[in-house]
T-cell receptor, first 113, second 112 residues
C-alpha cells in the first residue's frame, strides 16, 4: 500500500542551525502539507502546497520556514535558523485532492538544543 | 477559537467494551476525518465522512455526523488493548481553506 515516507525519523540540531526535513508523498497525490505537534499538544497546520506553490500557510509558518518540491517526488521543509521552540514532531501529509483523505507520514522528531 | 474539539479528553474502558468519542466544530465543513495516533507515532487515517453523509462504517468503527449540531462521533465496538491510542478529528472547511484543522484529541486506554 502506498505511504508517505519521512526522513530522518529523528533530528537533533543546535539552536540557530538550518534543518531540512524530507518527505516523499504518495506518487499520484497533488496536495502536500506540513503539520507539527509539540509534545503533548495538538496537531497544528503549517503549510499546504499545490501546483508547485504554497496554497495556504499558518501564522507559525513565518519567514524562517520554506518548502520546496525540488524534483517532482520529494517535498521538503526547511527551517533556516532553528529555535528551541521549534522542537516538535513534524508531519508531512499528502492527498489526492483538496477534499480527500490526507495520509500522514510517521513524522520527524526535531529536537533543538 | 477551536474548530474541532473532542470529548472526552481521556477515556478508560475494559477490553470488549465499546468506546465513544465525540467531536464538535464551529464552521460549516466539507468533510470530517478521524485519525488515530499511537504514542509518539504518526497519524493513521481511519475514516472520512462528507457533509452530506450521516453515518459510515469501517470494520469495528462507526462514525456519525450531525451537521445541524456541528458534531461527529466515533464508536469503536468490542475494543481491544491494541486500540489504545489518541484519536483526533480533523475538519476540512471552506472557511479554513483546504487544510485539516485538528482537535486536541481523546486519549483512549483499553485495559486488558
Amino acid at each position: 500500500e502506498p505511504e508517505v515516507t519521512q526522513t530522518p525519523s529523528h533530528q537533533v540540531t543546535q539552536m540557530g542551525q538550518e534543518v531540512i526535513l524530507r518527505c516523499v508523498p504518495i506518487s499520484n497525490h497533488l496536495y502536500f502539507y506540513w503539520y507539527r505537534q509539540i509534545l503533548g499538544q495538538k496537531v497544528e497546520f503549517l503549510v499546504s502546497f499545490y501546483n508547485n506553490e504554497i496554497s495556504e500557510k499558518s501564522e507559525i509558518f513565518d519567514d524562517q520556514f520554506s518548502v520546496e518540491r525540488p524534483d517532482g517526488s520529494n517535498f521538503t521543509l526547511k527551517i533556516r535558523s532553528t529555535k528551541l521552540e521549534d522542537s516538535a514532531m513534524y508531519f508531512c501529509a499528502s492527498s489526492a485532492g483538496g477534499y480527500y483523505e490526507a495520509f500522514f507520514g510517521q513524522g520527524t522528531r526535531l529536537t533543538v538544543v | 477559537s477551536q474548530q474541532g474539539e473532542e470529548d472526552p479528553q481521556a477515556l478508560s474502558i475494559q477490553e470488549g467494551e465499546n468506546a465513544t468519542m465525540n467531536c464538535s466544530y464551529k464552521t460549516s465543513i466539507n468533510n470530517l476525518q478521524w485519525y488515530r495516533q499511537n504514542s509518539g507515532r504518526g497519524l493513521v487515517h481511519l475514516i472520512l465522512i462528507r457533509s452530506n453523509e450521516r453515518e459510515k462504517h469501517s470494520g469495528r468503527l462507526r462514525v456519525t455526523l450531525d451537521t445541524s449540531k456541528k458534531s461527529s462521533s466515533l464508536l469503536i465496538t468490542a475494543s481491544r488493548a491494541a486500540d489504545t491510542a489518541s484519536y483526533f478529528c480533523a475538519t476540512v472547511s471552506h472557511v479554513y481553506g483546504q487544510n485539516f484543522v485538528f482537535g486536541p484529541g481523546t486519549r483512549l486506554s483499553v485495559l486488558p
